[in-house]
């Protein structure tokens, strides 16, 4: 009797530990899957943004470099070089960058390295400099894309059309690579998703849904999604929103304020132009890009900002680059609106911020324009390879794999576990987040335009407290008209 009892003790006890197996792995299944360190990942898992992009193969050769180091030049590091003693520290963008360079280290024998890094015009000067003497200092020019456009008029850079395994039909290479930035068959400036400030830099509005609330602005995602999320719905929305919060008798940057732009160096300003789907430059019937800013709303466009920003009792805006600027307003809850870029959630003002907050696209210009269109003001990097490559094979392939990389695993990062999952706190947010990416613009204008075009029109007017626009353009034209030509005798001579 004692050995049957004894036996059915053994069995129940087998069986519980079966359960508790089954239990165990039906808990692991639930587990979030953590981005892929390897092009080589699994198949597929229908809704894992990481599997998914993993699954998208490079198509690159296989190769061993012996070690080589890919060497880069950049006025910041952080875009392009973690070092290991930098990872595991609670940043996450950090450590999918440094993920993305071990990887392809790993898969084709190289070293990812730094080699000049100093401010964008020391970095101008250094490439110009070491390119023309003729010696071999870099691989890849990943620097200041509102700058990137003075160093192109040297005739310092290859075309990207030349260099091995690089392919811009793939998802990690910005469809204006293709479009916009190549002229002739030809692409000197190019934008990946290896540019991350490219992509955490577009630029986008935010609003103070508690204090949006108190002033019954209604569903404001319900605006934008039929489309009537325009320039004039938001000039009334908050034109007239002011209080004298530190009670000096005068509109100060104490007060209270519907909206806060800030100028910020003529960036964050110039936004409004893409915006307003108002393109510096543009093709024209024989693909040739041509001054192409003076439209027939051009004008009305500058005075009516113009005019909301400098004469509302509800607009902080200062035309200079002194603090305030709007997003800090907006974290000390002065303002209900203000702009800022999409990866502003990841920082410490808006992660820190105890009022419900919630993304919008920037407006459209009226009710005829089509989509909502944003920018990534001039600090956001391009690429370039120098003409004194010696093994274009070689950094075609390690930039693709850059590229790719990147698409996999940094981005899906920044896009679905920081933003998405972690910071944005609405789900109308997360849907609005996918527009203005969407809806980014990176034109031949601007990233070729080197300071020397319109791109920081509105900026430089603005800054002056200008708004006549047709004795701007007429005072600037000439200029922009010989740069752009200079360009394009560039792109001939490749």
């Not at 439209?295 to 466009?301: A, G, V």
Request: hydrophobic share 35%; aromatic share 14%; proline share 3%.
């Amino acid at each position: 009797m004692k050995k049957i009892i004894s036996a059915l003790l053994v069995l129940a006890m087998l069986l519980s530990m079966v359960l508790m197996a089954v239990s165990c792995g039906k808990e692991e299944k639930k587990e979030t899957t953590k981005p892929s360190t390897s092009t080589n990942a699994g198949p597929a898992v229908e809704g894992d943004i990481f599997a998914e992009r993993a699954a998208i193969s490079d198509e690159l050769p296989e190769a061993d470099f012996g070690g080589r180091p890919f060497r880069i030049v950049g006025h910041r590091t952080d875009e392009y070089f973690i070092p290991e003693e930098d990872r595991n520290k609670g940043d996450l963008i950090k450590d999918a960058k440094y993920a993305r360079n071990k990887a392809v280290e790993d898969r084709f024998n190289v070293e990812i390295t730094v080699a000049y890094k100093s401010t964008y015009t020391d970095v101008t000067a250094w490439v110009n400099k070491t390119v023309m003497s003729g010696t071999d200092e870099f691989d890849l020019f990943c620097s200041h894309g509102a700058s990137a456009g003075s160093v192109v008029l040297k005739n310092v850079f290859l075309n990207w059309y030349d260099i091995p395994n690089v392919d811009f039909s793939k998802p990690w290479w910005s469809s204006s690579c293709a479009t916009d930035l190549t002229y002739d068959g030809k692409s000197i400036l190019a934008v990946s998703d290896f540019n991350y400030t490219a992509v955490s830099g577009a630029m986008c509005m935010y609003f103070n849904k508690n204090l949006a609330a108190s002033y019954d602005m209604g569903n404001l995602y319900d605006v934008v999604l039929s489309g009537d999320w325009t320039f004039d719905y938001f000039v009334e929305l908050t034109k007239d929103i002011y209080i004298d919060q530190d009670g000096s008798g005068d509109k100060s940057d104490g007060d209270f304020f519907g909206f806060a732009q800030a100028h910020w160096y003529g960036c964050d300003i110039s936004s409004w132009l893409w915006a307003f789907d108002n393109p510096t430059v543009k093709k024209d019937e024989d693909g040739v890009p041509q001054v192409a800013i003076k439209t027939d709303k051009i004008n009305n466009i500058v005075k009516d900002l113009y005019d909301f920003l400098f004469n509302s009792n509800g607009v902080h805006y200062r035309p200079d680059n002194e603090q305030p600027q709007g997003m800090t307003l907006f974290y000390n809850k002065q303002t209900i609106f203000s702009l800022g870029s999409i990866g502003a959630p990841t920082g410490e003002g808006l992660r820190n911020f105890e009022d419900e907050y919630g993304m919008l696209p920037l407006p459209k210009w009226d009710e005829n324009q089509t989509n909502y269109y944003t920018m990534t003001p001039g600090e956001h990097t391009v690429l370039a390879v120098p003409k004194t490559v010696k093994d274009t094979e070689f950094v075609g392939t390690v930039i693709e794999a850059l590229s790719a990389e990147s698409y996999k695993q940094v981005v899906p990062t920044l896009y679905e576990i920081a933003l998405k999952t972690r910071y944005l706190r609405d789900n109308e947010s997360k849907d609005v987040l996918d527009i203005v990416v969407d809806g980014r613009v990176y034109e031949f204008g601007y990233i070729y335009g080197g300071f020397e075009g319109f791109g920081f029109m509105l900026g430089s007017m603005f800054g002056q407290n200008n708004n006549n626009f047709e004795s701007y353009y007429s005072k600037k034209y000439g200029n922009a008209k010989i740069h752009y030509k200079k360009i394009l005798k560039v792109f001939d001579r490749l």
